[in-house]
């Protein structure tokens, strides 16, 4: 994937130069479909060699965390642990431990490594609209259960949860004046 | 760590392929300060995938023949729609029932719902796949999937990029790269074809484990 070489999605042969930012669409010399192609320099851009841990030389010397005979190069800005060059994850100019990583993409405290939520407010609604007799009560205990539960990453209004609650409280009540008619 | 603001570039849009899963999944674009965001939804579950402007490296719309296939299905759809309801207007002749009368009101609206689709279809304008590539992958933007879309969406992501990576590439600079990556990697690919192959070969004794096929796992020789 480091070769600046891109290949044809339909046919996979290897697209030649002239294909590159043009304004309109160039067909694949090889199979001939119409392809619209944008290059950006990060295409040419050599990947940097990871660095290597070097070791403790001198006695005192602080030394990382996980690798002891390792000189360490930065702390650790979640868990103030010595990290070595190996275990020292740049992240948005904050150093982070391997740990404390993972454990920030677990649990959502770091945000940019967040990959998914889940949407309890969709739940809530999908039950209210859900004509069935013990939806209602469902939708109406998720939606305040999850009320202060992080929302979708890009809309953060409860407009869903409100529209849930307004809904079950209707259905209980046209349950409810059906069973008193019968 | 304050919430990031996005700005929305595409709807949601039916991912192809997962219908068959039988499960709803939509896909979106977002516009973040530093990164491009795809968000999956999934029933009740939102799966995000962030590309970062200074990661991406090439993003290619491919033009499919979606447009031309179901502008055929649906111009076929609505001349049977089309014609059968004339033909029940003209075997009802001058006695209009309301049997008739509903009967013609129900096939019209039905072929008026697929000129409906048919006309939105046409403004939507021809398909494609968008592709977007970075050093370790090639995703498919499957909320990129008409033209026009893509070229609107990529006249939004294309500042961010350039901004991101310090510059656009000319086509013609392009090709100055591109030749200059690929030139010392001739001779190497000249020398490899003269490495005799035998030599290379290792030499395999009876009780060895032998490997004839890549696929079927290592066996012992009897």
Redesign the interface.
């Known amino acids: 994937m480091s070769s600046p070489l891109i290949q044809c999605p339909k046919c996979r042969a290897w697209l030649v130069e002239g294909i590159f930012n043009q304004p309109d669409f160039t067909p694949c010399p090889a199979c001939g479909v119409p392809l619209l192609a944008e290059a950006f320099p990060a295409l040419f851009r050599k990947i940097a060699a990871g660095q290597s841990a070097e070791p403790v030389m001198v006695e005192g010397e602080s030394s990382c965390f996980y690798h002891p005979e390792k000189k360490a190069v930065a702390p650790c800005d979640g868990c103030g642990r010595f990290l070595c060059a190996l275990c020292d994850c740049l992240l948005h100019g904050q150093h982070f431990c391997p740990a404390c990583l993972e454990t920030g993409a677990t649990k959502g405290k770091i945000k940019s490594l967040e990959n998914y939520r889940p949407r309890y407010d969709e739940a809530a609604l999908a039950l209210a609209i859900l004509p069935l007799l013990v939806t209602a009560p469902i939708a109406i205990f998720v939606a305040i259960r999850y009320w202060n539960a992080p929302g979708s990453i890009v809309r953060r209004t409860k407009a869903r949860f409100i529209l849930a609650i307004i809904l079950a409280i209707l259905q209980i009540g046209v349950w409810v004046l059906l069973f008193s008619m019968a | 760590?304050p919430?990031?603001q996005?700005k929305?570039l595409t709807r949601s849009r039916m991912a192809p392929g997962r219908l068959a899963l039988a499960v709803r999944t939509r896909s979106s674009l977002?516009l973040g300060p530093d990164h491009l965001?795809r968000?999956d939804?999934e029933n009740?579950?939102?799966?995000?995938?962030?590309f970062y402007y200074?990661?991406?490296?090439?993003?290619?719309?491919?033009?499919t023949d979606g447009f031309r296939n179901w502008n055929i299905i649906l111009g076929i759809v609505v001349a049977g729609l089309f014609v059968l309801t004339l033909s029940l207007i003209a075997s009802s002749g001058a006695r209009w029932t309301s049997d008739t009368i509903g009967t013609v009101c129900f096939f019209g609206f039905i072929v008026a719902l697929f000129v409906l689709i048919l006309v939105l279809h046409i403004v939507a304008g021809p398909t494609c796949?968008t592709?977007l590539?970075?050093?370790?992958?090639i995703e498919e933007l499957s909320s990129l999937g008409r033209i026009k879309m893509?070229?609107h969406a990529?006249a939004e992501i294309?500042p961010f990029?350039?901004a991101a990576?310090?510059?656009?590439?000319?086509?013609e600079s392009?090709?100055a790269?591109?030749?200059?990556?690929?030139a010392p990697t001739a001779p190497a690919q000249a020398i490899a074809p003269t490495a005799p192959a035998a030599t290379v070969a290792p030499t395999v004794t009876p009780s060895e484990s032998v490997v004839s096929d890549p696929i079927v796992p290592p066996r012992i020789n009897p």
């Not at chain 2, 990576?165 to 086509?171: E, F, H, T």
């Open positions: 760590m919430d990031i996005y929305r977002w965001l968000i939804a009740f579950r939102e799966n995000y995938k962030r200074r990661d991406i490296q090439a993003i290619l719309v491919q033009k796949r592709y590539r970075t050093a370790v992958q893509a070229r990529l294309h990029i350039v990576q310090g510059g656009a590439l000319s086509p392009v090709v790269q591109m030749r200059e990556w690929t």
